[in-house]
Every structure is written in C-alpha cells, then in structure tokens.
C-alpha cells in the first residue's frame, strides 16, 4: 500500500501524536527504557527545551496525521562534546516498515550537517536488529556494546552505540 510522507519541522499541535508514538514505544517496546507514560505538559517541555537549544524536531505526516518523528540533542552535557549529539527517532506502530524512519533519519543527518554537528551517536537496545540495520545502511558504525546496562520488562537488556561521523 502506497502512502505520501510528508517531512517537516513539528509545531505544538503534533504534540498529541508525538505523545501518542512516544508511550506506544514506553508501553509495548524496548526502544526506551522508561516504564513511565508522559502527559501532554511532558511533550511540550520535551518540545520547548528542544527548540530552545535549536535542535530540530521534525515530524513525517501521513493523510493529516504524525507517523513518526525525529530529534537530536545534547550527548552529554559538558562543553568538550558540543559538536556531538544523540539522536531519537520513531514511528508510529501502524506505520513501521514502511520507510519512514529512513526518511526521518535523512533529513535528521542533513539538518545535523547544517548545524555543525561532527558526530551523531545512536542508543539502541542490542536485541533491535531492524533498528541497527538501518543505521548501518545509513552509515553508522558500532563503537560498542554495553552488557546489562538497562531494564525493562522484568529483564536485563544490552545497549549498542553506534555513531556517525557527519560528512562535511
């Protein structure tokens, strides 16, 4: 089935479909590792501190609607490492599969490029082969493997960083 994706930057009014994408992925995945679901005022602080430090939140709209969307920002907080972020991305479960967390992706790693980020990392949970086979595809390699580090679901999960340098 053929859709059209529409990419742009997020306004307040995705909020309630970034929120809803968001605690999907809490409830039913490891792709974050927080057991906690977010209300509406969680999104919008999310947003505001975002847009506050100019990194970009982007959203890929289906027939009116958030599919997915995607984010950087700050690795770690410490001045040495401004030219390093650690990127989200994902999409909504009804849309999976279908692209669009490349498509995100694209456009996220182009934005970095335009602001002067150097590298971008990528946290994924080890058992998310779908996950880290795209950002193979889209260059990044695997800098390291963390045993145990998280849990969720009554069990120990594994974490690989990946990272990308951004050409430019």
Known sequence: MAFTVYLR???E???PGIMEIYNDAVAHTTAIWNEVLVDLQNRKEWFSARKAK???VLVAEVDGKVAGYASYGDWRAFDGYRHTVEHSVYVHRDARGGGIGRLL???LIARAAAN?????IAAIESENAASIRL???LGFRVAGNFSEVG???GRW?????????IPG
């Open 151 to 153: 849990t969720k679901f």
């Open 105 to 107: 992706m694209q456009e």
């Open 135 to 137: 950002h193979e595809t």
């Open 13 to 15: 009014a995705d909020l």
């Open 54 to 56: 100019g990194f970009p």
């Open 157 to 165: 999960l594994d974490l690989t960083c990946m990272e990308l340098k």
């Open 9 to 11: 930057d997020a306004t």
């Open 116 to 120: 002067g980020v150097h590298v971008m």
